[in-house]
């Protein structure tokens, strides 16, 4: 595999930072190929502006046009664009964070932001069919990515009925709406609970489970979410066929089967 391992922690002495050096190192040993950015380390900027473009300042600025054309006409900031080249070199994309407040840091949520671009991440159509690329058949189609997220939350509140809310709810944006969107698979979550109590015993463990779910990623099924570009979506209104999950609603639809 080629890695992109992104990480958003503010400490590199933490927990997150540990399973981070963890992961990267079994990866390696194993022949797999590891890049990582560490946004906090690189203090990469999250705020997207026109600097990121180029753009005349006496001109309306129009987020997604305006960042289609830098990346066109080679315009783009420099530090987006080394972004971009390792999404492009990756096969692989390992997303790791704390959870606050039921959200990953806002230094990484600014990296979506600036790097998945129109023109990079969206903007494309079938030249057949004129449908748009996305939900399964974006650009990045083919490539893989894995959430590795920490929590203080204590194990089980974060499942189908835990108080917090079911972990893959939480992370359906990202999932979904982020990766999917864009074309990825998304393979399931590996969570990290109660992580502001872990032991030395308990990191071990953990560890040793994370080295294991890293090596099986290229044989890891994916969660089953619908393609928008099939038939169980309606491809005026975009909306799910009334004879599929008829008694659900919300994220759950979504998925051809019960995620795991």
Do not use: C
Not at 21 to 49: F, I, T
Not at 184 to 208: G, Q, W
Not at 243 to 250: F, I, R, S, Y
């Amino acid at each position: 595999m080629k890695v992109l391992w992104l990480a958003a922690h503010p400490e590199e002495r933490s927990l997150n930072g540990s399973l981070k050096d963890e992961g990267v190192r079994a990866l390696r040993e194993h022949g797999h190929e590891v890049q990582v950015s560490d946004l906090y380390a690189m203090k990469w900027n999250p705020v997207v502006d026109a600097d990121d473009f180029d753009h005349p300042s006496e001109e309306r600025l129009h987020i997604s046009n305006a960042a289609e054309r830098a990346l066109g006409n080679g315009t783009l900031s420099p530090d987006i664009r080394a972004e971009q080249q390792k999404v492009l070199w990756a096969d692989t994309l390992i997303v790791q964070f704390p959870l606050w407040w039921y959200g990953m840091p806002a230094i990484l949520k600014g990296w979506f932001d600036r790097v998945f671009v129109k023109g990079f991440a969206y903007g494309f159509s079938d030249p057949d069919t004129g449908a748009t690329l996305r939900y399964g058949d974006g650009p990045l189609t083919g490539k893989r990515a894995m959430v590795v997220v920490t929590a203080g939350a204590r194990p089980g509140t974060l499942g189908p009925r835990g108080v917090n809310g079911d972990l893959n709810d939480l992370l359906f944006p990202l999932h979904h709406g982020t990766f999917w969107y864009t074309g990825m698979s998304a393979v399931p979550p590996f969570l990290v609970s109660s992580a502001d109590r872990t032991t030395p015993a308990a990191f071990e463990d953990t560890a040793a489970q994370l080295r294991t779910r890293l090596l099986e990623l290229p044989t890891t099924p994916p969660l089953p979410f619908r393609r928008q570009n099939s038939p169980d979506y309606d491809p005026e209104t975009l909306t799910l066929h009334p004879d599929l999950a008829p008694n659900l609603t919300g994220p759950a639809i979504h998925y051809t089967d019960t995620p795991r």
